[in-house]
C-alpha cells in the first residue's frame, strides 16, 4: 500500500496561492488513480480534485474549477494541487488520496469511499 504526506499547507490571504504536495512512497504512484479531498471544521470530507492514473482524466468540485489544477509527477512519485486566487470558503485541511486503478485507466473518483490510501493532512487557512 502507497503511503502518503503531504507539505505545503499554511496561511495565504484572500486572493493568494499555494501549491501543495504529496509525496508517495512504498510503491510508484503509475497504476494509482489520486486525488486531493479537505475537510473544514464541523464538516465532512469532500472531494476537490482528481486524476486518472493515465493522467487524461480530471474532475474538479465544482467551487474550484478555474483555480485549482491537480497534477502528477510519477518520475518523482509526487502529486500536486496548484490553488489560485483562494477565498476563505477554501480553508480546510487538505488530503491527498491514492488507491489501484488496474485496468481502469481513466477512473477518476472523488468520494471517500474509493480511496484507499490517505495523508495526514495539511492546514490551508485562508484569511486577511
Known amino acids: 500500500q502507497v503511503q502518503l504526506v503531504e507539505s505545503g499547507g499554511g496561511l495565504v490571504q484572500p486572493g493568494g496561492s499555494l501549491v501543495l504536495s504529496c509525496a508517495a512512497s512504498g510503491t510508484t504512484l503509475d497504476d494509482y488513480f489520486i486525488g486531493w479531498f479537505r475537510q473544514a471544521p464541523g464538516m465532512e470530507r469532500e472531494g476537490v480534485s482528481c486524476?486518472?492514473?493515465?493522467?487524461?482524466?480530471?474532475r474538479y468540485y465544482e467551487p474550484v474549477k478555474g483555480r485549482f489544477t491537480i497534477s502528477r509527477d510519477n518520475l518523482k512519485n509526487m502529486i500536486y494541487l496548484q490553488m489560485n486566487n483562494l477565498k476563505p470558503e477554501d480553508t480546510a485541511v487538505y488530503y491527498c488520496a491514492a488507491h489501484p486503478a488496474f485496468s481502469l485507466r481513466y477512473l477518476c473518483e472523488m468520494t471517500t469511499k474509493a480511496f484507499g490510501s490517505w495523508g495526514q493532512g495539511t492546514q490551508v487557512t485562508v484569511s486577511s
Open positions: 486524476m486518472s492514473s493515465n493522467g487524461r482524466n480530471t
